[in-house]
């Protein structure tokens, strides 16, 4: 049984808990699209675009 996988609209991060495991944000979007995986932010025009400065799982847009 797959989890529903989550958005935090604060940060883009991946979560299948009910709030952000990073921010503590529970502004959570069930609606997004894309799929980026940050491994060196500093070495990345996506993280750049996206101002992420830590490693992860981020959605490229949410709803
Ligand atoms: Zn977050």
Known sequence: ???RR?????CRRFTTEKECPVCKSKD???S???LAIINDP??????KDLNIE???KYA????
């Open 54 to 56: 830590t490693p992860g």
């Open 1 to 3: 049984m797959a989890k």
């Open 32 to 34: 997004w699209k894309g």
């Open 42 to 47: 500093n070495d990345s025009e996506i993280a």
């Open 60 to 63: 490229l847009f949410v709803g």
């Open 28 to 30: 959570l979007s069930a």
């Open 6 to 10: 989550y958005v935090c609209r604060n």
